[in-house]
């Protein structure tokens, strides 16, 4: 029975025993304590907000990326873009010049070949006349051998002729 009912005597030291062990853990423990414990608490509560700013920097940044990868894919676009139509008019243009290069070569050709069809036939006729010439002067040489021919040229040609 002796623990179920202590002495006052002994209630009493152990009384002073915890209110000495209260006082020294008052002076020396619990300031330690709870200073760690609010340093504890306030590194974690710093923790907290740098996590919560890191998630909202890292949602800016992804909204940033997303704008930056749409803003280089409509550049991306309107380069291609543009350099389809500067193949397309490029293209254009020599087809252009090529054509305009073939009509002039055309032309130069066509000119030429009325050029040589004209000399051609200048020359046939130059020919054409001087064999006239020579067989007309060997008919008149033949013709006018004899005096009697002569005269009868003569009388046919005034024949031809007509007067009005």
Do not use: H, Y
């Amino acid at each position: 029975m002796d623990l179920i009912k202590p002495e006052i005597g002994l209630f009493v030291w152990q009384t002073v025993v915890l209110l000495i062990l209260l006082f020294v853990l008052a002076k020396f423990a619990w300031r330690p304590i709870l200073g760690s414990i609010r340093k504890r608490e306030e590194s974690i509560n710093e923790a907290l907000d740098s996590a919560k700013k890191a998630r909202l920097e890292m949602e800016n940044l992804q909204a940033d990326n997303e704008k930056l990868l749409q803003e280089a894919r409509e550049e991306r676009d309107a380069i291609l873009k543009e350099a389809r139509q500067i193949k397309e008019k490029m293209i254009g243009d020599a087809s252009d010049e090529a054509d305009k290069k073939a009509n002039a070569i055309i032309e130069k050709a066509q000119e030429s070949i009325r050029t040589e069809k004209k000399a051609a036939l200048a020359e046939i006729k130059a020919q054409v006349a001087n064999l006239s010439i020579e067989i007309a002067e060997k008919v008149v040489k033949k013709e006018l051998d004899n005096k009697q021919k002569q005269m009868e040229l003569v009388d046919n040609m005034l024949n031809d002729v007509k007067l009005n």
